[in-house]
């Protein structure tokens, strides 16, 4: 009984061993360079959009994403605690914020001046990394 239970144990460390493996293999397999990936927004009352495909630029392994609002109301965002601050594009508030994974949903905090008073509103980035592709 001790040795299934041994046999069991080490399966399961050798799955979860592989698993973190294959997971650090798809973060690493985004080389360096420009791309554009499908991204979908959630949160807030539902008016406010993203452009998608938005560009993701990877430099030394870093990845940023260029984060192009339906409006010029944002005037920060935060990620991760730290306050990014806009471009205004062709009348679009535009940030370039980074990002540590496209395989899981990011959350951000952007500030909207469209009301009568600035609001923070939490929202959720979610890229669809089986659309990922170089940028032309």
Request: proline share 4%; glycine share 6%.
């Amino acid at each position: 009984m001790k040795k299934v239970f041994v046999w069991l144990l080490l399966a399961g460390m050798l799955v979860s061993a592989l698993a973190c493996r294959a997971s650090e293999q798809n973060e690493a397999a985004i080389a360096d360079g420009a791309y554009t990936v499908a991204v979908t927004l959630e949160g807030g009352t539902g008016k406010a959009k993203i452009e998608s495909p938005a560009a993701l630029s990877v430099a030394g392994g870093k990845m940023t994403l260029t984060v192009k609002w339906s409006s010029d109301k944002y005037d920060y965002m935060i990620v991760d605690d730290t306050k990014f601050t806009p471009e205004y594009v062709d009348g679009h508030s535009t940030f370039v914020i980074p990002v540590e994974n496209i395989n899981e949903p990011l959350s951000v905090i952007a500030d909207t001046t469209a009301m009568s008073t600035p609001h923070e509103i939490e929202y959720t980035i979610t890229f669809d990394a089986a659309s990922l592709k170089p940028a032309s």
